[in-house]
């Protein structure tokens, strides 16, 4: 068997500590799938002295995670710090510097540095892998890179944010409203340091354009991707969109359309039949759409130990085959800058508002939709405690999002409405 591969790993939380238990108890079966040996070696942490559930004493300690990335018994640099910047990326330009490998679950500094980074990596002959900074466990950027490379893409889709779907069914099975399943969450501790990573949609932002990059040949976009979290989504929303037939998910879709690419994460009504609306809990959905194969949907664990620890080990893996590939499926050199689209193909929104009760106040609604040339096709005036106000569902036919947004800005100054309208795009799935 050839020389082992010595992996230096930097991060020994839930996923690192998950990396090392996998090749401590798998040691056998993945040197016989590598054909050769993976060793751990050397690994950096913030507090040596932890019980993380294996010896630690038998491997080197760093401090620093930058000293274990120059170390000459270190192939391959495992990053599982986290942070979009700071100690993450430091590690990483030092393995580059000292010509290792890099496989890292860093969707965040990937989003933002990963052009950079890649295009370091590959001008020094190195490879920088990513499998589990999307999506955790489903195999959704081998499936693009790999399996799906003789495609033109289509369009991708999912679900890649476990906290917001567990939010958002859970206000649907419970009855509950945001803020009490938002603490839930929290107790179980599902959400990120900054919580606003995760409802804010910008967790799932930065996954979002990760795949885009791989499926359009662009460069990593992260400022393209239209962000909008659930902050704003009340089980009134969720009860209306069941009531229809829909569901309500935080959903990432890009396309590469005739005006550029159209990114977006966002929370969309889907069809509650759908395999996307179909999806609940905490899990993940990767939908990818290709010319020749059609759709391909993957459902899986997007987070934990395990099955992030299983993605970390496939990159690593792949690298110990002598299998050699480009960060983002391509040479990163070879990316092109693309263009963005300025906003999002048309489609029907689901809109709710609550108005004064008054005469004349659903018309002045209606004109500014009318006169901002959107058509509505269904509408609801539903009851509310507080008989001055005037709660109103509207569902639009299709629709542009600029449209939209004047049209709202101009109920807005109609004086009309008591607070500020909630608009989620209806994703027609099968177009
Ligand atoms: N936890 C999960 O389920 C998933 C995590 N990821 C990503 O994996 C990466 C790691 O995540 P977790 O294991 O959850 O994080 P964690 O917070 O559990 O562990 C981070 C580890 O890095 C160490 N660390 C932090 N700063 C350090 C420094 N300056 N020097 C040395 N060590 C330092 C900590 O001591 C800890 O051992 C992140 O980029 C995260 O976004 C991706 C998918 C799922
Ligand atoms: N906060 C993320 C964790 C994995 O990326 C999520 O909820 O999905
Ligand atoms: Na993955």
New binding site residues.
Partial sequence: MSDPLRLGI???????AGVVKILEKRADLIAARAGRPVKVTAV????QGKDRGFDLSAYAWED??VRLAARDDVDLVVE???GDNG?AKDTIEAAIAHGKDIVT????MLALHGQELAEAAEAKGLCLRFE??VA?GIPCVKALTESLAGNRIERVMGVMNGTCNYILTRMEDAGLPYDTVFAEASALGYLEADPTLDVGGIDAGHKLALLASIAYGTRVDFEAVRLEGIERVSIADIRHASDMGFKVKLLGVARMTGRGLEARMSPCLVPAASPLGQLSGATNMVVLEGDAVGRIVLRGAG??EGP?ASAVLSDVIEIARGTRLSTFGQPAASLVKGTRAQSGSPAPYYLRMELQDKPGALAKVAACLGDAGISIDRMRQYDHADASIAPVILVTHKAGRPDLDAAIERMTETGVLTGEPVALRIEELDD
């Fill in positions: 930097a991060g020994l939380g839930t996923v690192g950096s942490a913030r507090t620093d995670p599982l710090v986290g100690p679950a860093n969707k965040a589990a900074a955790g987070a934990g992030t």
